[in-house]
Every structure is written in structure tokens, then in C-alpha cells.
């Protein structure tokens, strides 16, 4: 009797961790698209900077459309642990509210990006592939921009 009580026992605790874990991925994937939109309305009240090998600059007009929709994609998928990257080839993005993103690109495959998102207590790392999103946000956060120039703060 006991040894079918914890059998049964633990299917229950398989069938509830099966159950919680998908549960928590997706609301980590919404959360992380209504924090972005939470991003975008911060913008109203100070401006978003974008930072590589050594230039900032003030992201201004449509490059901001184009930072936002490189960091949103439905393809990205949440990683668990920090992969590997160089930190020389960090780009950053800063936002009025705070919130930062570190973008790499991959060591072994140069359509890969990895984001390191922190915004108060949250902490992620993301990977996102086959979409150029390095090259992207390099072009928007330049100072030529894509559509418009940006605002150099220093180099």
C-alpha cells in the first residue's frame, strides 16, 4: 500500500511540475513584452542610449522602432545560464527607466545574439538567432542611424 501511494504520489508531483514550469516560461515571455512596452512610454520622459566601442549616442526618430522590434521577437527563447561571450564586443542600451540591455554576439555563430536584460530585480539572458540582430541595432544606435541620424553624447 505505501509503495503504490508514492507512486502515485509522484506522478502527482511530475504532473505539477509539468504543468508550472511551461506555466512560468510563458508568463516570463508576456512579462518581458509588457515590460518593453513600459520601455517604449519611459522614452517620454528621457532618451534612449545606445553605447558601442566606446560611442554613445542619443537613439532617436524610427531607429527606435528598429531597437525595439530586434529585441522583441517571438524567436527568442530564455536562457538559464550565462553563456559564453566577450565583453569587448558589448552593445548597450540604456533607458530612462533604467532598464539595460548588453548585447553579444555570438563566439561561434555570427547570425546569434545573446541579450542580457536587467530591470530591477529581474535578470535574464535571452538568445535570439537567424535574424541579424546584432548588425540591426549596430545600424540604429550608429550615428548615421538607418532612417535618421542619431544624436552623438561621446565618443
Known sequence: MKK???IVLIFMIIGIVAIVIPLSIRYD??????????????LDSGDLLGEYQGVQTKVIGSNI????????????VRLFKTPDVDPESRLTLLFPDNARFDVYP???DSDIAYVYYQYQSKRRW?????????NWLKKAISPEGLANENIVVSE
Open 29 to 42: 515571455y508576456v512579462q518581458y513584452d509588457k515590460d518593453m512596452q513600459y520601455h517604449a512610454m519611459s
Open 126 to 134: 535571452l538568445y535570439i538567432s537567424n535574424l541579424d540582430t546584432m
Open 4 to 6: 503504490a501511494l508514492a
Open 106 to 108: 555570438s563566439l561561434t
Open 65 to 76: 522602432n528598429r531597437v525595439f522590434s530586434a529585441l522583441t521577437p517571438s524567436s527568442r
